[in-house]
């Protein structure tokens, strides 16, 4: 795009190129005016009845120079302000006609991402929830500590399942094997999406806090 310094220099010069041209050529016809007179006077005597016209005709011819030259100059700024005003305008248009389309863009692609993001995240929630070892972990998570039968029945997961998923768990530190508890129990230590809490340890106490047994979560 061009610079509107540039753009506004070049302007100057060009109006000032004309304003030139129509100054000369009102010069030309001031000089033509008075040849002619002097042509008329040459070799002739004249009276003060002839001299006053002359003058007359002078004044005359100057105030029209003056007032021609002026509408000359009107017009032709009047015509060159248009011209940039419009230009300006039509430049404006543009420029907010390609701002709404990038809002539009915009709008469209947010749109379109957070409608992707939504789809996304639920079917990394079904995936995450078909997996034994995630709805294990939340159980463990809620109740702290249970052992193998209170944790097949609280998820619905079969016994065996539960101590594969509860080794794996293990395995990651996320929970930790009571064996000091009869029966054994799986104690909660921490999870991906939370902060490890470093108070629950292997020296954990063997007691047991009340089981939550309101809400069983579906094996998919």
Sequence with gaps: MTNPDETAARTTLRIAGVFQEIRDSWVRRLDSYYNQIESLTEGDWIDSQDLSGIIRESRLASREAMDGLGNDLSSELIHS?????????AERASLQEEINDLRRSLSRALSGDASTIRRENEALRIALNSVPEFCLLQVIQKNRRATYDQLSDLSGISKVKVRKA????MARGYVHLDKKAKPHQIVYLSTPWSNPEPDLQCTLESSQPPLHYEQRIERS
């Design 81 to 89: 302000s248009n011209g940039i005003i419009t230009r300006h305008e």
């Design 166 to 169: 509860a080794k794996e768990l």
